[in-house]
């Protein structure tokens, strides 16, 4: 279990951002064009014999499971009855509520992180969902 898989989340800015309508479920349509940024937070993501998602993160107020990445892992695990646990050692640079899509960028990155350290056969597509 000494393989690490490392992960660049990067932050994006919104460059135009266009409400259409409010959904039945309380979220925006929305169209928007995105622009990424330097800036990034860092995931190093690795198995671990317990059968859980183990996070830790300099925040330390991120390490619960209101978490994305908890959120993640469970579909993950549901879909692909993964046979070992995770742990995921983040290190946040991006600032937490700013508009940066820092929260959603370290999810793609753990998403693509999981599917290369587990060799998952998943499109791109089916990760998006």
Do not use: W
């Not at 994305?68 to 290190?91: M, N, P, W």
């Amino acid at each position: 279990m000494d393989t690490i898989i490392t992960k660049r989340a990067y932050a994006k800015i919104n460059l135009n951002l266009e409400i259409i309508k409010k959904r039945p479920d309380n979220y925006h349509e929305i169209e928007s064009i995105f622009q990424r940024v330097s800036l990034y937070d860092e995931l190093s993501i690795s198995k671990i014999e317990e059968n859980k998602l183990d996070l830790t993160c300099n925040i330390k107020e991120l390490e619960n499971e209101s978490n994305i990445l908890y959120k993640a892992y469970q579909k993950l695990k549901e879909r692909f009855h993964l046979s070992t646990g995770i742990h995921v050692d983040l290190i946040k640079h991006i600032p937490t509520q700013a508009g940066l899509g820092g929260g959603s960028a370290d999810c793609a990155a753990f998403l693509l992180g999981v599917k290369e350290l587990f060799n998952l056969d998943i499109s791109q597509a089916e990760l998006e969902k």
